[in-house]
């Protein structure tokens, strides 16, 4: 998986955004208020993978530059499963909003 941050110029930012977020190996796609306008984390199959996905940023996406990336290299958690070091899904944790969190004081 990888986060990248882009920059886009404003007036092209649905252009960019909304088909950037249909491309399969896109988890998150989301316009932010900041000088790097488009955050985008991507899944990736392979290290390559990532190099494909630049190349198709730069391509099909002129003006837009890629100003931060970075690589997870292990996932733990995935879609609400802990994975092991081949990940495979070794158990499944539900999300419980109303859940205490540890620590907390209530009031």
Not at 76 to 100: H, Q, T
Request: proline share 8%.
């Amino acid at each position: 998986m990888a986060l990248l941050w882009l920059t886009v110029p404003d007036m092209d930012l649905r252009a960019v955004g909304h088909p950037v977020a249909s491309w399969p190996e896109t988890r998150m796609c989301a316009a932010v208020a900041s000088p790097t306008n488009l955050a985008l984390i991507v899944n990736l199959r392979s290290f390559e993978h990532l190099e494909e996905v630049l190349i198709r940023i730069a391509t099909k996406c002129p003006g837009v530059a890629v100003t931060e990336r970075r690589l997870l290299l292990r996932q733990v958690k995935v879609y609400g499963r802990l994975v092991d070091e081949s990940g495979r899904c070794v158990e499944v944790i539900p999300p419980d909003p109303w859940a205490a969190v540890p620590g907390a004081t209530a009031g």
